[in-house]
C-alpha cells in the first residue's frame, strides 16, 4: 500500500473513532437517504452531524473584517431566520466542499424553504471552503422563514450538488 493510501484510511478511522468517542450515533457509512435529527448521517463524502437548532433567530453577525468593509449583521426578510448548526467531516478522497446553500427545509405543513445566503462575512458558516480528507468543519444552514414556522419537519441535505454528481439529498427528520 503507498503512503497516500495509508494516509487517508488513517483519517477515515480517525473520524469514525472520533465520532464513537463522542457518543454519536452513526446511521450508516454507506450513503443515508433518511436519517433522524440526533443520528450522523453520511451524504457524498461527509459524514454530517446537526448538532443544534436556533428558532426565531433575528440576526447573523458578520466577522469584523466584513464590517470594516461595510457589512453589518443580515436580518431576516421573511420574519426568522432557523439555523441548524452542523459538524461536517471529510471522509472522501481529494478536496471537497459541502455548500450551506445546498439544502431544504420542509415544515410541518409540507411547504418547502430553500437555504438563505450565502452571507459573505457571517460568522460561522463554514461549510463554503474546500475539506480536506480527516477534517472537520463547523458550520450551520440557516432558513430565512415565516415566524408562523415553529418546528421544522426535515431537513434535506445534499453536499457535492455539482452538475453532473449522483449525490442525492439525505432526508433529516425533526419532531
Same mark, same amino acid.
Given at each position: 500500500?503507498?503512503?497516500?493510501?495509508?494516509?487517508?484510511?488513517?483519517?477515515?478511522?480517525?473520524?469514525?473513532?472520533?465520532?464513537?468517542?463522542?457518543?454519536?450515533?452513526?446511521?450508516?457509512?454507506?450513503?443515508?437517504?433518511?436519517?433522524?435529527?440526533?443520528?450522523?448521517?453520511?451524504?457524498?463524502?461527509?459524514?454530517?452531524t446537526v448538532t443544534e437548532v436556533a428558532y426565531g433567530v433575528q440576526?447573523? =453577525?458578520?466577522?469584523? $473584517?466584513?464590517? !470594516?468593509?461595510? &457589512?453589518?449583521?443580515?436580518? *431576516?426578510?421573511? %420574519?426568522?431566520?432557523?439555523?441548524?448548526?452542523?459538524?461536517?467531516?471529510?471522509?472522501?478522497?481529494?478536496?471537497?466542499?459541502? =455548500?450551506?446553500?445546498? $439544502?431544504?427545509? !420542509?415544515?410541518? &405543513?409540507?411547504?418547502?424553504? *430553500?437555504?438563505? %445566503?450565502?452571507?459573505?462575512?457571517?460568522?460561522?458558516?463554514?461549510?463554503?471552503?474546500?475539506?480536506?480528507?480527516?477534517?472537520?468543519?463547523?458550520?450551520?444552514?440557516?432558513?430565512?422563514?415565516?415566524?408562523?414556522?415553529?418546528? *421544522?419537519?426535515?431537513?434535506?441535505?445534499?453536499?457535492?450538488?455539482?452538475?453532473?454528481?449522483?449525490?442525492?439529498?439525505?432526508?433529516?427528520?425533526?419532531?
Amino acid at each position: 500500500m503507498n503512503r497516500r493510501r495509508v494516509a487517508v484510511v488513517v483519517a477515515v478511522l480517525v473520524a469514525v473513532l472520533a465520532l464513537a468517542r463522542c457518543g454519536g450515533d452513526v446511521v450508516a457509512l454507506g450513503r443515508a437517504d433518511v436519517a433522524n435529527s440526533d443520528q450522523t448521517f453520511r451524504n457524498g463524502s461527509f459524514l454530517i452531524t446537526v448538532t443544534e437548532v436556533a428558532y426565531g433567530v433575528q440576526e447573523l =453577525p458578520v466577522d469584523p $473584517s466584513a464590517k !470594516s468593509r461595510g &457589512a453589518s449583521a443580515y436580518k *431576516p426578510k421573511n %420574519g426568522q431566520f432557523i439555523v441548524f448548526y452542523a459538524t461536517a467531516t471529510r471522509v472522501g478522497f481529494g478536496r471537497a466542499s459541502m =455548500p450551506s446553500t445546498s $439544502s431544504t427545509l !420542509s415544515d410541518a &405543513a409540507g411547504k418547502k424553504y *430553500p437555504t438563505a %445566503g450565502p452571507y459573505v462575512g457571517a460568522l460561522g458558516q463554514g461549510f463554503d471552503e474546500n475539506q480536506l480528507p480527516g477534517t472537520t468543519h463547523s458550520g450551520w444552514f440557516v432558513f430565512d422563514v415565516p415566524e408562523s414556522v415553529t418546528m *421544522p419537519k426535515t431537513l434535506n441535505v445534499q453536499s457535492d450538488p455539482h452538475p453532473g454528481t449522483t449525490n442525492p439529498p439525505t432526508l433529516v427528520r425533526f419532531g
